[in-house]
């Protein structure tokens, strides 16, 4: 350029780029078939879809709402969904949505204007947050591996069956990611049959065993900074701990004592290492495992966007240019993304 821009000219050049909204969709469909053809296998390939939101000053922008935002700065948000190939890291696909919705409750949407784009036969890798009845049906036409939530009761039923089975044993062990695991085909769940997969990682259950641990003596001394017994005390600390009034005082002049629940601590040191997956793709155990580690692509991407483009917070003031902004950003983590693929393929040669 043959002067630097002032941040008004900056402002309109965002804003000149969404002026057609139907433009930024066509490149969207117009990517997606060029990187198909420059990687035919990647049709093929699972794609880590994930969501996260941006806190922002921006006003005049509907989007721009009070949520559930991930890092709080009393400030309203705006979400962004991404697809990202998990075998290269490039993204292919993102949509921004109001920062009132939750993540699960938008991806039905999503899907469907990924489809209208062109997207079909997905094969996506999500994380918990998306276990959702009305997720899973609308993925009835795609392929897709859901991590499932730890409190779920399917999650620890699955677990309870299949604990004692393939921990430790031999003939669950999966070398190429140090895990135990087991596919689990004809499994129901919400009236439909899929295919579940049990898992057991002995490094993750010790930092999970170790973080139980770190829990209790920290909810204890947090406690045992009381003087006077209350059913709201009691109430709080459970179920991990069991607070019972005395009669009396002890030595620190506390009228209660405070203990850990053997029973429920020991139910989560049981179940430490243990995860599950959903899915309706029939892959065996060993390939499952493998595209469920590599879904932080998706978390990289974000990442990138955020912190290597500078994004975590926006401060334009209005729909156009926040929309063009966030092309921009788009266009430059693919532009990254491809480079790190094939400079680490160059390495590695």
Known sequence: LARPLQDSEISSLYASLAEHPQN??????????????????????????????????????????FGHAKVNEQLPIINTALFVD???????????????????????????KAHDLGFQHLFLMMDRGYMTKE????????????????????TKEIIARNRTIIKDCEQFYIASEDIYGIHLPGTEYAERI??????????????????????IK?????????????????????????????????DNG???????????????????????????????????????????????????????????KTYVHSLRTFEGKMFVAFVALIVVEAFRYFVKKVLMT
Not at 88 to 98: A, K, R, S, V
Request: hydrophobic share 35%; aromatic share 14%.
């Open 194 to 215: 899929y295919d579940a997969y049990v898992y057991y990682d002995a490094r993750r259950a010790q930092d999970e065993r170790d973080s139980i641990h770190a829990r």
């Open 218 to 250: 920290f909810l204890t001394d947090k406690a045992m900074l009381r003087k006077r017994f209350t059913e709201k005390l009691k109430e709080s600390f459970a179920p991990w701990l069991v607070v019972e009034k005395l009669d009396g005082k002890d």
């Open 254 to 312: 506390r009228n209660f004592t405070v203990s850990g629940n053997v029973e429920e601590i020991q139910k989560c040191l049981d179940d430490a290492g243990y995860f599950v997956i959903l899915s309706n793709a029939s892959l065996d155990a060993d390939k499952m495992i493998r595209m469920a580690r590599m879904r932080d692509r998706g978390e990289k991407g974000f990442r990138r966007i955020k912190y290597h483009l500078g994004l975590s």
């Open 24 to 65: 930024i969709d066509a490149f969207k469909a117009y990517f997606r078939e060029a990187y198909y053809e420059a990687f035919p296998a990647a049709e093929y390939n699972a794609l880590a879809f994930d969501s996260t939101n941006q806190n922002t000053h921006s006003k005049g922008i509907g989007m721009a709402e």
């Open 135 to 154: 997720t899973l049906e609308a993925l009835r036409e795609d392929t897709f591996g859901v991590m499932c939530p730890e409190g779920l009761l399917f």
């Open 86 to 112: 998990e075998e290269t890291g490039i993204p292919l696909y993102y949509e921004h949505f109001c920062g009132s919705l939750l993540n699960k409750s938008q991806t039905p949407f999503t899907l469907e």
